[in-house]
């Protein structure tokens, strides 16, 4: 999971404001980030923010979001890993 990380983890990771992985205002601030990284032009940054166990994926909204936003969801798969592909060299080179 390198690169990437739980719900869970970055609610703990936020001090200004207590959240828990499943809260909808956690979903909604994620949900404007990735809005203002993809006006810029650099990808659904909550692409990297995915459920802990399981399929260990973004959650249903980050897919509702990019269809939202016009990218073709048919294959979640597919546009989940090119989001990554967007986003990950862009983030890589700010923090290394």
Known sequence: MRGMIPYS???SKI????FVAHDTRLFHLLGEISVDENDAGRGLLS?????????MQ????????GQ?????????????????RKV?????KSNG
């Open 88 to 92: 990950h060299p862009i983030w890589s």
């Open 9 to 11: 983890d970055l609610a």
């Open 15 to 18: 001090a200004t404001v207590k």
């Open 47 to 55: 692409v990297v923010v995915v459920h802990k166990y399981g399929d």
């Open 68 to 84: 939202h936003l016009g990218y073709n969801t048919k294959d979640l798969l597919k546009f989940w890993v090119d989001q990554l």
């Open 58 to 65: 973004p959650g249903p909204g980050f897919f509702l979001l």
